[in-house]
């Protein structure tokens, strides 16, 4: 999908359909009612007869104005003006270009970044508006035999905006085509099967990326994976014949010896549950278990598209966890990289026994900062439903730093509570800790088994359990939290 910014009279535009709002009530956009006076007031007399209300989300195709150079005019209803905040209006940029989808239209032109926001100007809209218009557009129907049929694809879009905010909205365009890069990278490998994308797969993946990009890409294998001492991981591993890989993403064009900033993924490519084998229904969807690892990858993808003068590492943890002969079994013992001992009573809590090797890894690069992403609880999708993405955290400042990169690129998270108190839910026996607590606050629990191997650096976990896919009629990987990540890195870069 190509982009472009411009600033034009939308009366004047051509294009193969230009989109502009209604507010309820049937009351006019400024670009509305620039192309009501370019058609001799064709709009007020179809809003007249009653064709569109300004109901939020709606819209209405009109062909072939009289005196408008442009093939369509798409008008989109906006919703009550005294309401319309940053939510309606990606709903309105969703429903447009959602509806454009069905035109034929090769090119469109869209007028909705003039609406005025309160604390967002127009390099926000501008960002957003190319973010969703290409996950609007995102198909992933490489595995079909054939193609859907369909209307011609849309190809190019151009957002129309002021003069005055030119400059901002070009930089705010460029940024969104990387993040939308990134996040389209991140939905092409969590929504393919388990039986392609494997562990092997994934670091084929990342050498590719690497050669693409620039960015140093090492892919360790399971002899490799043991010298290291990395058992809390190989034990997850151990169930399956997909053999294990440890991949390690070094992007440095930041200043010589500065500390890294380090996002840790988990990859677990399908998750049956091991021999605490999860129930039948929806279990496909565990193919999305390696949501947290497509985020890392395309988080690095958008990151060299950005330009941005960092210095991060991506590690990816990544196996199968499958139940068989040689499986982990509840009450097995194992030790971490860490060298502390952990009791395995739930094999289907995998995430963060994969993640805590990956954790303690990264310890050699004396990071600044450490991000983990997992689609690690349940009990997350409970706390949170599909909204907000859950944020734990050791350091308050970096807690901020995460919120506040959600905030910006409305791919938002929630900070959660981690106090001493859950702490103590985490007890064994016959080892240091067990891998899980009982059910209540399943989400914290989890978080705080993680923070046992996160002493040495500033820490954030992001449970995206809720927000990594979706299921139903739209199944599919969301790209989450791939903006996040890339608002939280170009905030430290600059």
């Not at 930089?171 to 393919?192: E, T």
């Not at 992007?251 to 490519?269: C, D, N, Q, R, W």
């Not at 990987?477 to 791939?482: E, I, L, Q, Y």
């Amino acid at each position: 999908m190509e982009f472009t910014i411009k600033s034009a009279s939308p009366g004047k535009q051509k294009s193969g359909c230009v989109v502009v709002g209604v507010y309820d009530g049937r009351k006019l956009s400024p670009s509305a009612q620039s192309i009501d006076a370019s058609s001799r007031r064709y709009l007020s007399g179809v809003l007249k007869r009653g064709d569109l209300d300004g109901k939020l989300g709606t819209t209405l195709l009109l062909q072939k104005l009289p005196h408008v150079p442009a093939e369509r005019v798409l008008l989109v209803g906006l919703g009550r003006e005294r309401e319309f905040n940053e939510a309606a209006y990606r709903k309105a940029v969703t429903a447009a270009a959602a509806a454009l989808k069905s035109t034929g239209a090769a090119d469109a032109t869209i007028c909705l970044t003039e609406l005025p926001l309160k604390h967002r100007g127009a390099g926000w809209k501008v960002e957003q508006a190319v973010i969703l218009v290409n996950d609007a557009c995102y198909r992933f129907d490489r595995l079909k035999s054939k193609a859907p049929e369909g209307k011609r694809a849309l190809k190019k879009v151009t957002l129309a905006v002021e003069r005055a905010e030119m400059k901002a909205a070009e930089a705010a365009c460029a940024r969104g085509m990387a993040i939308a890069s990134g996040m389209s990278f991140a939905k092409d490998l969590g929504n393919l099967p388990g039986n392609i994308c494997t562990p092997t797969y994934l670091g084929e993946q990342a050498v590719e990326l690497g050669k693409a990009t620039g960015i140093k890409v090492t892919v360790l294998d399971r002899k490799q994976i043991e010298a290291l001492g990395m058992n809390c991981f190989l034990a997850v591993a151990q169930g399956s014949k997909q053999p294990p890989k440890f991949i390690v993403m070094e992007y440095m064009h930041g200043k010589k010896g500065e500390a890294p900033v380090a996002l840790v993924g988990k990859g677990i490519t399908f998750d049956t549950g091991g021999i605490s084998i999860k129930p039948a229904p929806e279990m496909d969807e565990m193919k999305f278990d390696m949501c947290g690892a497509a985020s890392v990858l395309g988080t690095m993808k958008a990151l060299a598209a950005m330009k941005l003068p960092l210095n991060v590492v991506g590690v990816v943890p990544t196996t199968e966890n499958m139940p068989g002969g040689n499986a982990i079994k509840p009450g097995d013992i194992v030790t971490t990289m860490s060298g502390q001992t952990v009791e395995i009573l739930n094999t289907d809590a995998e995430g963060r026994l994969i993640l805590c090797d990956a954790l303690t890894y990264v310890e050699r690069y004396k990071p600044s900062a450490v991000i983990d992403i997992a689609t690690l609880t349940g009990a997350m999708v409970i706390a949170l439903g599909h909204v907000a993405t859950g944020m734990f955290s050791n350091d308050d400042a970096l807690a901020q730093e995460v919120v506040n990169a959600g905030d910006s690129s409305w791919d938002r998270a929630w900070h959660m509570p981690m106090w001493d108190d859950y702490q103590e839910q985490l007890k064994s026996n016959f080892a240091d800790i067990p891998n899980i607590a009982s059910r209540a606050g399943g989400s914290i629990t989890a978080a705080c088994f993680l923070s046992r191997f996160t002493k040495s650096y500033p820490w954030a976990h992001l449970d995206i359990a809720g927000t990594g896919w979706k299921s139903g009629a739209e199944k599919g990987a969301t790209g989450r939290p791939v903006a996040l990540l890339a608002h939280f890195l170009a905030k430290r870069a600059a």
